[in-house]
């Protein structure tokens, strides 16, 4: 059976992880390939870097952190942040990202979902969507340019139109929970994935492993993204896994091979 | 031709990655030598005789992928190399689905290998297409080298909106259950080509590239 995905994000600056992830077994709380290789040492399923500064200098510093996280981690990396054009994803692909996530520049350019998805296969092209409740009646307008700016456009009818130009994944963030500890929003994230047949990954507000059981039950979400409550070492990738099984939901667990003698 | 290896070892094999431009290459080189070969990039065909084994991965089209391998004459060099039994091959994902004779994406054309074709997973039963993330895999042959200790139910990382549905079961050397049963790995002569990624599938991943190399790596000398 399909599992459902534990997907740790990792905000990076710099070539640096900032919103220090506090894991007793690291000297360096900084260093995203010494975090991308705990976490999958913890069993994580997959992980995400998110580019937060994005100028063209630090891209050549997340192509090299990219790299040599690929080098030690064998598992799907998807980095997003900054990413403008089909050269950008290529960029990011061969230092050996898998999957790169597209926000600004496909709400500017949507045709670079199409030629991305087209070039690299929709598997690759993950559309992020950030997300913002308008009034009180199950309505969220999409965010630009890390959330400063309301587009006015429909949440639904974005993702249906980037998942039909090609987008294989939709990475969807509440802006109303981000940050809070109080859950995912639940209504936003069902709405989403009963809005598209591609894959939808929840984000923004988890705080407790309940919250990760209610986005993925409730609001059918196909994967969870969290930041602080796994980098704060609050719980730990395990820990979410055994929550999740109790709950009845599927997950992977690593099996250990033996060490051959 | 770029090498990616650590350097020429006389004790490493030396594994060809074709490279006809599509996806993340680097994961599968990398895997490969992780796990002890030396890998080479491959852009188009280059003499026989200096590889050891022969790796297609890919993720994307099919049909730029088919493209592709015309275009740069990989494609009758892989025909060639599995025809004459040369060594092992593997493919990955894409490289699965080439093998078959026909595909539904596009309606191309593949490298006929394997008799069969590819399909899309049916769209009316509410299936999240691509299917995509860690699925359990059952292995038709358990005392095959290659699932060397690997177990039914070990979980392993797909991407992907085709499967392929050979017409002979006896290739079928794995099986996954996404809306259908579906052969995610197959297996003949020479050939073992797994629709999922082992080279993202952590541990139980280089394992499946351990098996492979296995036969190529040096066995231990007691008088050295």
Same mark, same amino acid.
């Given at each position: 059976?399909?599992?459902?995905?534990?997907?740790?994000?990792?905000?990076?600056?710099?070539?640096?992880?900032? &919103?220090?992830?506090?894991?007793?077994?690291?000297?360096?709380?900084?260093?995203?390939?010494?975090?991308?290789?705990?976490?999958?040492?913890?069993? $994580?399923?997959?992980?995400?870097?998110?580019?937060?500064?994005?100028?063209?200098?630090?891209?050549?510093?997340?192509?090299?952190?990219?790299?040599?996280?690929?080098?030690?981690?064998?598992?799907?990396?998807?980095?997003?942040?900054?990413?403008?054009?089909?050269?950008?994803?290529?960029?990011? %692909?061969?230092?050996? $990202?898998? &999957?790169?996530?597209?926000?600004?520049?496909? %709400?500017?350019?949507? /045709?670079?979902?199409?030629?991305?998805?087209?070039?690299?296969?929709?598997?690759?092209?993950?559309?992020?969507?950030?997300?913002?409740?308008?009034?009180?009646?199950? &309505?969220?307008?999409?965010?630009?340019?890390?959330?400063?700016?309301?587009?006015?456009?429909?949440?639904?009818?974005?993702?249906?139109?980037? $998942?039909?130009?090609?987008?294989?994944?939709?990475?969807?963030?509440?802006?109303?929970?981000?940050?809070?500890?109080?859950?995912?929003?639940?209504?936003?994230?069902?709405?989403?994935?009963?809005?598209?047949?591609?894959?939808?990954?929840?984000?923004?507000? /988890?705080?407790?492993?309940?919250?990760?059981?209610?986005?993925?039950?409730?609001?059918?979400?196909? /994967?969870?993204?969290?930041?602080?409550?796994?980098?704060?070492?609050?719980?730990?990738?395990?820990?979410? &896994?055994?929550?999740? /099984?109790?709950?009845?939901?599927?997950?992977?667990?690593?099996?250990?091979?033996?060490?051959?003698? | #031709?770029?090498?990616?290896?650590?350097?020429?070892?006389? !004790?490493?094999?030396?594994?060809?990655?074709?490279?006809?431009?599509?996806?993340?290459?680097?994961?599968?080189?990398?895997?490969?030598?992780?796990?002890?070969?030396?890998?080479?990039?491959?852009?188009?065909?280059?003499?026989?005789?200096?590889?050891?084994?022969?790796?297609?991965?890919? =993720?994307?089209?099919?049909?730029?992928? #088919?493209?592709?391998?015309?275009?740069?004459?990989?494609? +009758?060099?892989?025909?060639?190399?599995?025809?004459? *039994?040369?060594?092992?091959?593997?493919? =990955?994902?894409?490289?699965?689905?080439? !093998? @078959?004779?026909?595909? *539904?994406?596009?309606?191309?054309?593949?490298?006929?290998?394997?008799?069969?074709? =590819?399909?899309?997973?049916?769209?009316?039963?509410?299936?999240?297409?691509?299917? #995509?993330?860690?699925?359990?895999?059952?292995?038709?042959?358990? *005392?095959?080298?290659?699932?060397?200790?690997? +177990?039914?139910?070990?979980?392993?990382? @797909?991407?992907?909106?085709?499967?392929?549905?050979?017409?002979?079961? +006896?290739?079928?050397?794995?099986?996954?259950?996404?809306?259908?049963?579906?052969?995610?790995?197959?297996?003949?002569?020479?050939? !073992?080509?797994?629709? @999922?990624?082992?080279?993202?599938?952590?541990?139980?991943? !280089?394992?499946?590239?351990?098996? @492979?190399?296995?036969?190529?790596?040096?066995?231990?000398?007691?008088?050295?």
């Amino acid at each position: 059976m399909l599992s459902r995905r534990i997907i740790p994000c990792l905000d990076v600056d710099a070539g640096r992880v900032v &919103k220090g992830v506090r894991f007793r077994e690291l000297r360096d709380a900084g260093d995203p390939v010494a975090i991308a290789r705990a976490y999958q040492e913890q069993g $994580a399923d997959e992980l995400v870097f998110l580019d937060i500064t994005a100028s063209s200098d630090d891209r050549a510093i997340l192509r090299a952190v990219v790299e040599a996280t690929a080098s030690v981690c064998f598992m799907p990396l998807t980095v997003g942040g900054g990413l403008r054009s089909v050269a950008d994803i290529r960029s990011m %692909l061969q230092a050996g $990202a898998d &999957k790169v996530s597209l926000n600004t520049a496909a %709400l500017h350019d949507p /045709a670079l979902l199409e030629e991305s998805a087209r070039r690299f296969g929709s598997s690759c092209i993950v559309l992020a969507v950030d997300a913002r409740r308008t009034g009180g009646n199950g &309505k969220w307008t999409v965010h630009s340019h890390g959330g400063r700016r309301d587009t006015g456009r429909d949440v639904l009818e974005w993702v249906r139109e980037g $998942a039909a130009r090609g987008a294989g994944e939709i990475l969807l963030t509440s802006m109303d929970c981000d940050g809070t500890g109080e859950g995912y929003d639940v209504e936003l994230t069902r709405a989403v994935s009963r809005a598209v047949s591609v894959p939808v990954i929840a984000s923004g507000g /988890a705080g407790n492993l309940d919250h990760l059981v209610s986005v993925l039950r409730e609001g059918e979400a196909d /994967a969870v993204l969290a930041a602080s409550i796994f980098h704060f070492g609050t719980y730990t990738i395990p820990q979410a &896994k055994d929550h999740l /099984a109790a709950a009845g939901l599927p997950v992977r667990r690593p099996r250990r091979l033996p060490r051959e003698s | #031709m770029t090498a990616t290896g650590r350097g020429r070892s006389a !004790l490493r094999p030396r594994v060809a990655v074709l490279d006809y431009g599509m996806g993340n290459l680097r994961s599968v080189a990398r895997a490969l030598e992780h796990e002890g070969a030396e890998t080479v990039l491959l852009e188009r065909p280059a003499p026989d005789g200096q590889w050891d084994a022969l790796v297609l991965p890919g =993720v994307g089209a099919l049909g730029d992928c #088919m493209v592709g391998l015309r275009q740069s004459g990989l494609d +009758e060099w892989i025909r060639r190399w599995i025809g004459e *039994e040369r060594g092992p091959f593997l493919g =990955v994902c894409l490289g699965l689905q080439a !093998l @078959f004779e026909h595909s *539904e994406e596009g309606a191309v054309a593949g490298l006929g290998l394997l008799r069969g074709r =590819v399909r899309h997973f049916p769209r009316d039963r509410g299936l999240k297409i691509p299917h #995509m993330g860690w699925n359990s895999v059952r292995f038709t042959r358990p *005392e095959d080298p290659l699932a060397a200790r690997l +177990e039914d139910g070990d979980q392993f990382y @797909f991407d992907h909106s085709y499967y392929a549905e050979p017409e002979d079961p +006896e290739v079928v050397w794995a099986r996954t259950d996404y809306g259908l049963p579906f052969a995610s790995a197959v297996r003949s002569g020479p050939i !073992l080509a797994t629709q @999922f990624h082992p080279e993202k599938s952590q541990e139980l991943g !280089l394992q499946i590239y351990q098996n @492979f190399l296995h036969p190529l790596l040096p066995t231990p000398n007691l008088h050295d």
